[in-house]
């Protein structure tokens, strides 16, 4: 049994998913996982505070999960974490690659996601309802793209590492063309749509950093925000245009995991899922 703590500080949309990822149905034999979290702040007093409670869990490894891993709060939180003897993997956003080097040297496995974009944080765009659509809009593109795929399969790696005595950290940006390579599109045109979803949700990153932190005109901020939002909706609708194609001809691409924890593979809807090459 592997005993899994994640940690998740602030929200990028991959830190709603990370844990179930790995357990779809809640039937692995082979696997614990426990979740800890500051919910959406991610102050260097928020995350150290969560990261008190970490030696008391006891993990076989961490996974900590937010946004910009250059950040102070994040970056507080790793200098906290640095006596926890767990191989520990940061999954963060497109700042994180900023770091990526650092984290390397401080012992951190990484995934940085190229497509899960920064939300338009101004208070008179962002409400709950914004907040929740575009994190389910950017979650339909990641699943569909390939890259909570990537995320699977790095972590079950990292999970069957430690079962065979020999730790694997991922040290990954999660670009598109390694997402479309997970995606497994059998059709040119499901790719192409998932590709453009890729960048559409890449693009509105860049258009919401500007939303966020450099325009000052409230107008012009305002509509930034509400132009990335757009993007990541136009997104979305490709993702599922691209699924739908898949769909069409019965040759969706489905990773679930056996109860032992090993990834299993089909594609035909009333196939029987069967144990992956590895």
Known sequence: MVHVVIMKCGNIATSTMVDLLLDEI?????LQ???VGSGPKMTPAETTRIAGYIPSTNPDILVVCG??????GMTRLREALADVKAPKIVIGDGPSKKVKDKLEQEGFGYL??????LIGARREFLD???????????????????SLRTVQEELDKAIQSVKNGKVYLPRLVVSESRSLAKAG?????????????FRLADLAAQVNYNACFVEKDVKKYIRLAAAAHEAVRTAAQLAD??????????KV???????????LRKRALLAKPQEAVQ
């Open 128 to 146: 709950p309802t914004e907040m929740a659509i575009f994190n389910a809009d950017v979650i339909r593109v990641l699943a569909t793209v390939g």
């Open 241 to 250: 245009e691209a699924r739908e194609i898949e769909k069409a001809s019965d």
């Open 112 to 117: 940085i996601m190229e497509a899960d974009p």
């Open 185 to 197: 599109f059998s059709n040119p045109y499901a790719r192409a749509k998932a590709a453009v979803a």
């Open 67 to 72: 946004p910009n891993a250059a950040s102070p």
């Open 26 to 30: 809640a039937a692995r034999d082979d």
């Open 33 to 35: 996982v426990t979740v």
């Open 253 to 263: 691409l489905r990773t679930p995991h056996s109860r032992k924890g090993r990834i």
